[in-house]
């Protein structure tokens, strides 16, 4: 496998930077986890989880996309969330011992704090604040979940490719996505031939100005005039819950 992860020690301070999940932590509890991160990079195309893989590792993305893949029978698949520095991988191993169902592809390359399931739930049941950050990620999931499969159902190509492209774009700096046609069908359960015709629409339309070597420049306003409204719904409940919940107070730790 071409991708890669690569690992490397981690400080306090550098582990803390970057996740909102982890920012919402106070220092006492945020210690509990900080002592056992590993600091990992990982590249376009890796694969951090496998379906039926023992959920073993939690990921703390500081950066990038990875997207959760549901893997059909017939060897297709298909996104059903994405997640960057505003949650985590594998949190629910907090429950106990579990296979994963999906298959966790980074889309695109980023950095993030991993630390063994088995350590994270000895923090989880120490700490009110930690369960309540794992809470708040697992029903933005749900949220996340439930506007996609209402999107594939109801929605154009045209418009859920534009979401997927936002969605990609709120976690990277620029305007320049490093994505590739094919990562797209597989975002969008697609042939190859479909998002071809999808991107020459989108193009016209002025949402993309250039598809070349892997890598997309977008015109957000472009986009956001395309896409329908799940992407604005989904994206102003999950801020409004984050918001409100993670700043909430939480008791101090357990013994």
Request: with cysteine; proline share 4%.
């Amino acid at each position: 496998m071409a991708a890669r992860l690569r690992k490397g020690t981690a400080t306090l301070g550098q582990t803390g930077a970057g996740n909102r999940l982890l920012a919402a932590l106070p220092p006492a509890d945020f210690g509990l986890l900080a002592a056992h991160f590993q600091k990992i990079s990982f590249e376009p195309e890796a694969v951090l989880v496998r379906s039926d893989d023992e959920l073993d590792q939690v990921y703390f993305p500081h950066s990038g996309a990875i997207a959760f893949m549901l893997d059909m029978p017939d060897g297709q698949t298909v996104a059903t969330t994405l997640v960057g520095r505003e949650g985590a991988l594998a949190s629910l191993s907090v429950l106990g011992p579990s296979l994963s169902s999906v298959t966790a592809v980074a889309r695109m390359a980023g950095t993030a704090s991993l630390i063994s399931a088995a350590k994270f739930r000895v923090a989880y049941a120490r700490s009110a604040a930690i369960r309540n950050i794992v809470q708040v990620h697992t029903r933005s999931l749900l949220l996340q979940l439930q506007h996609v499969a209402a999107c594939n159902a109801l929605h154009t190509v045209d418009a859920r490719m534009a979401r997927w492209l936002l969605q990609l774009h709120d976690r990277v700096s620029e305007d320049l996505l490093p994505v590739t046609q094919e990562a797209l069908s597989q975002l969008l359960g697609v042939r190859r031939t479909t998002v071809t015709l999808t991107m020459s629409k989108l193009r016209a339309a002025g949402a993309i100005r250039s598809d070349r070597r892997g890598f997309i420049e977008i015109d957000r306003a472009g986009l956001e005039s395309i896409t329908c409204d799940c992407y604005t719904l989904m994206q102003r409940r999950i801020d409004r819950m984050y918001d409100q919940e993670l700043s909430a107070p939480q008791p101090a730790l357990a013994p």
